[in-house]
């Protein structure tokens, strides 16, 4: 049984069928068609302003939802509040 080493050796060596060094391209050749480029600058501020706008959507429906625990807090204090003050003067 040979190692593994060995098999993937000898796989290395040879070379694929039908495919020679000759073959491949030695120079670049630029596409033909559309200006597909993009400004570097212009991705970048296009980046930043979408990371402010997700910041900004973050803060703004979590000052909501705070709000909203604000609310349901003061209202639950008021009902202990109401609570007490009923159980108090029912025992007296």
């Known amino acids: 049984m040979k190692s593994l080493h060995s098999l993937f050796s000898h796989a290395a060596l040879q070379q694929p069928t039908g495919t020679a060094t000759d073959d491949r391209a030695q120079a670049f050749r ?41 609310r349901r807090i003061d209202a639950l204090e008021a009902a202990v509040q109401k609570a007490r003050a009923g159980a108090g003067q029912g025992t007296s």
Do not use: H
């Open 30 to 70: 630029p596409v033909e068609g559309g200006n597909q480029m993009q400004s570097g600058e212009k991705l970048l501020v296009e980046a930043y302003a979408a990371i402010w706008l997700i910041i900004f959507a973050m803060v703004f429906l979590s000052w909501r939802r705070q709000k909203q625990i604000d």
